[in-house]
């Protein structure tokens, strides 16, 4: 049975609870200790010894992450014990990084570096600046995401992350003794390991250790190049995570600041990817009512998550049927702007740099595919996170804060309140059903399907359209995914819709989006938070169904003729295919 306790934390009395560790007790007082390895519900091993705390009679210091809290417990967590205990031990994880700061996609938010600071650990002992011989493992060959070893403190974080989000366990140890390095299981490099690119890994890591393949210099050499035209589409989420990067609070609206960075990078066109998210709910909805019409094959899948895509064909390739056949938003922005408005500009196609802003780093990997592109040029040529368009905003001195916001302009930059809410779980599946009840029932039909919103890992819905049940489910996350197929197939469950995403939370949570350390992310609801921007926003449009989009409307009268024609298909879909990792290879 839970009870309050009576403990002393440097000198001052507290009630806690008797399951309480320390760090936790601690931290609900205000009371500060270190933290490095421990990541609440994630990684609780309580390896690196940064926490350690005395304990007035009890020989040697324990770790606070790790010790229950007893009654009467005199603890004591900054003294000249503990603070040459936590330099100790910091100095000796410090013994085998490289520290190259000011090159590091962490140099403004590294846990590790700035307990360096806190704990006034000198350079010489780190080797800042000195020569650097420790074994190292690099490898950036999945052109998605780069995994250095001469970062990592081996707090093992990552490997959780991947365990606990995803149930994969792409990453572990390997090697041993001063060669132990994380890196994909076996040996194997990160594109033929099985991994579907959800970035939880990289949200983990306190230090550079694991990071998205930064492509800034390729988009900051295309925009010096005079013979190119820049143009820059932006996921719906960005708008409400960019500003964290900034110092703005989690579950700020940045967009009109983010617009004019965009413009004051120098990019020579900007369109939103709202407006597609707008336009694969024409496609994928018509898909849908044609299923319906058909009577399957059910049920019919979402596809515009890139990690759930890897998914699929990696684990769950007897389905890719039913996976609908729509491209993402990021992919039909890119066909769209390389063929109609490349003819809106007067522009050769090859001559266009059509570049991404997106809250994944599967998207890097997506972009790539083959089948996205057509006559020797890929739709998306450079895709930038969240986290490189904040640093690419950085370097060039550009004063976000005190930017000038702007609206969005221009045909391509149009959207409705469906087209924005895509970026949170459950997003998809509304905006679906707000267009195909409405066309299906020939009448006005509800804007707001609540019971599809929140976080919850599987959420179930049925609603009745010409007067027949349609159940339809929202997943998100990996672990999520794997439970959903188990559930699925064992209890014989029907469905005729699912949306499926593969980081929990949706885009607002993606591998790409800002990273918040753990201490912060543990006490906060940044899903939620993040989630609620877009929600805000939607509420506050005009128009918020997807069929109501003028543009969308003369894009098809102009160019693509009516929502699954055949120059729809052409440009606007795609079709998947089994793979193959290391570990499903019999």
Same mark, same amino acid.
């Given at each position: 049975?839970?009870?309050?306790? %009576?403990?002393?934390?440097?000198?001052?009395?507290?009630? &806690?609870?008797?399951?309480?560790?320390?760090?936790?007790? &601690?931290?609900?007082? /205000?009371?500060?200790?270190?933290?490095?390895?421990?990541?609440?519900?994630?990684?609780?091993?309580?390896?690196?010894?940064?926490?350690?705390?005395?304990?007035?009679? #009890?020989?040697?210091?324990?770790?606070?992450?790790?010790?229950?809290?007893?009654?009467?417990?005199?603890?004591?967590?900054?003294?000249?014990?503990?603070?040459?205990? @936590?330099?100790?031990?910091?100095?000796?994880?410090?013994?085998? !990084?490289?520290?190259?700061?000011?090159?590091?996609?962490?140099?403004?938010?590294?846990?590790?570096?700035d307990l360096l600071r806190t704990y006034n650990i000198e350079n010489e002992l780190t080797h800042l600046y000195g020569k650097h011989d420790a074994p190292r493992y690099f490898s950036d060959s999945s052109?998605?995401?780069?995994?250095?070893?001469?970062?990592?403190?081996?707090?093992?974080?990552?490997?959780?992350?991947?365990?606990?989000?995803?149930?994969?366990?792409? $990453?572990?140890?390997?090697?041993?003794?001063?060669?132990?390095?994380?890196?994909?299981?076996?040996?194997?490099?990160?594109?033929?390991?099985?991994?579907?690119?959800?970035?939880?890994?990289?949200?983990?890591?306190?230090?550079?250790?694991?990071?998205?393949?930064?492509?800034?210099?390729?988009?900051?050499?295309? $925009?010096?190049?005079?013979?190119?035209?820049?143009?820059? %589409?932006?996921?719906?989420?960005?708008?409400?995570?960019?500003?964290?990067?900034?110092?703005?609070?989690?579950?700020?609206? @940045?967009?009109?600041?983010?617009? +004019?960075?965009?413009?004051?990078? /120098?990019?020579?066109?900007?369109?939103?990817?709202?407006?597609?998210?707008?336009?694969?709910?024409?496609?994928?909805?018509?898909?849908?009512?044609?299923?319906?019409?058909?009577?399957?094959?059910?049920?019919?899948?979402?596809?515009?998550?890139?990690?759930?895509?890897?998914?699929?064909?990696?684990?769950?390739?007897?389905?890719?049927?039913?996976?609908?056949?729509?491209?993402?938003?990021?992919?039909?922005? /890119?066909?769209?702007?390389?063929?109609?408005?490349?003819?809106?500009?007067?522009?050769?196609?090859?001559?266009? @740099?059509?570049?991404?802003?997106?809250?994944?780093?599967?998207?890097?990997?997506?972009?790539?595919?083959?089948?996205?592109?057509?006559?020797?040029?890929?739709?998306?040529?450079?895709?930038?996170?969240?986290?490189?368009?904040?640093?690419?905003?950085?370097? *060039?001195?550009?004063?976000?804060?005190?930017?000038?916001?702007? %609206?969005?302009?221009?045909?391509? =930059?149009?959207?409705?309140?469906?087209?924005?809410?895509?970026?949170?779980?459950?997003?998809?599946?509304?905006? +679906?059903?707000?267009?195909?009840?409405?066309?299906?029932?020939?009448?006005?039909?509800?804007?707001?399907?609540?019971?599809?919103?929140?976080?919850?890992?599987?959420?179930?819905?049925?609603?009745?359209?010409?007067?027949?049940?349609? *159940?339809?489910?929202? @997943? !998100?996350?990996?672990?999520?995914? %794997?439970?959903?197929?188990?559930?699925?197939?064992?209890?014989?469950?029907?469905?005729?819709?699912?949306?499926?995403?593969?980081?929990?939370? /949706?885009?607002?949570?993606?591998?790409?989006?800002?990273?918040?350390?753990? *201490?912060?992310?543990?006490?906060?609801?940044?899903?939620?938070?993040?989630?609620?921007? $877009?929600?805000?926003?939607?509420?506050?449009?005009?128009?918020?169904?997807?069929?109501?989009?003028?543009?969308?409307?003369? $894009?098809?009268?102009?160019?693509?003729?009516?929502?699954?024609?055949?120059?729809? !298909?052409?440009?606007? *879909?795609?079709?998947?295919?089994?793979?193959? =990792?290391? #570990?499903?290879?019999?």
């Amino acid at each position: 049975m839970i009870k309050d306790i %009576q403990i002393k934390i440097n000198g001052r009395d507290i009630v &806690a609870k008797s399951n309480e560790t320390i760090l936790k007790a &601690a931290e609900r007082e /205000g009371v500060f200790i270190p933290r490095l390895c421990y990541f609440e519900g994630v990684h609780e091993e309580g390896n690196c010894r940064v926490c350690s705390v005395k304990i007035n009679g #009890q020989k040697n210091l324990k770790p606070a992450c790790k010790t229950l809290v007893a009654e009467n417990m005199d603890i004591i967590t900054d003294d000249v014990d503990v603070y040459e205990s @936590v330099s100790m031990n910091l100095e000796l994880l410090s013994h085998k !990084h490289h520290f190259e700061c000011f090159n590091c996609s962490r140099e403004d938010n590294c846990e590790f570096l700035d307990l360096l600071r806190t704990y006034n650990i000198e350079n010489e002992l780190t080797h800042l600046y000195g020569k650097h011989d420790a074994p190292r493992y690099f490898s950036d060959s999945s052109g998605v995401m780069t995994i250095d070893s001469s970062k990592c403190i081996l707090c093992g974080r990552c490997v959780s992350a991947c365990e606990s989000f995803t149930g994969l366990n792409i $990453l572990n140890y390997n090697q041993r003794g001063s060669e132990t390095y994380i890196g994909p299981a076996l040996f194997h490099n990160l594109e033929d390991s099985g991994c579907i690119y959800c970035g939880k890994c990289i949200q983990a890591c306190p230090t550079g250790a694991l990071r998205e393949k930064d492509d800034i210099k390729q988009l900051e050499l295309e $925009l010096r190049n005079p013979n190119k035209t820049i143009i820059v %589409q932006v996921a719906p989420s960005i708008r409400a995570t960019l500003g964290e990067e900034f110092g703005y609070p989690i579950g700020t609206n @940045v967009e009109g600041k983010m617009l +004019a960075a965009l413009r004051a990078l /120098g990019v020579d066109q900007i369109m939103d990817t709202n407006f597609t998210a707008d336009l694969t709910i024409l496609e994928e909805g018509t898909e849908f009512i044609e299923r319906l019409n058909q009577n399957g094959p059910f049920p019919m899948f979402t596809s515009c998550s890139p990690g759930w895509v890897n998914y699929l064909e990696l684990y769950q390739p007897n389905y890719i049927p039913n996976l609908s056949s729509c491209k993402s938003p990021q992919q039909m922005a /890119g066909a769209l702007i390389k063929t109609y408005y490349a003819d809106k500009l007067k522009l050769d196609p090859k001559n266009i @740099v059509s570049v991404s802003i997106m809250p994944c780093i599967a998207k890097k990997a997506e972009a790539k595919r083959p089948d996205m592109g057509r006559d020797g040029y890929q739709d998306v040529d450079i895709v930038l996170t969240t986290r490189e368009l904040a640093r690419m905003i950085k370097r *060039h001195k550009i004063n976000f804060r005190e930017l000038e916001p702007i %609206q969005a302009f221009g045909e391509l =930059s149009s959207y409705t309140g469906a087209g924005t809410i895509f970026g949170a779980t459950g997003g998809v599946m509304e905006a +679906a059903l707000r267009t195909v009840t409405e066309v299906l029932e020939g009448k006005t039909t509800p804007i707001e399907f609540k019971e599809l919103r929140g976080n919850a890992d599987i959420k179930e819905a049925t609603y009745m359209i010409l007067g027949k049940p349609i *159940h339809v489910a929202v @997943v !998100h996350g990996g672990k999520a995914i %794997q439970t959903f197929f188990e559930e699925m197939e064992k209890n014989n469950k029907k469905y005729h819709f699912v949306e499926i995403m593969g980081c929990t939370g /949706g885009c607002i949570n993606g591998g790409g989006q800002p990273i918040v350390p753990a *201490h912060i992310y543990e006490k906060t609801d940044i899903r939620s938070l993040r989630a609620a921007v $877009l929600y805000d926003i939607d509420s506050h449009q005009t128009f918020r169904k997807s069929h109501q989009n003028t543009f969308v409307q003369d $894009l098809y009268t102009q160019f693509l003729e009516k929502p699954n024609s055949h120059r729809s !298909h052409e440009l606007l *879909h795609t079709t998947y295919k089994k793979r193959e =990792s290391y #570990q499903n290879i019999s």
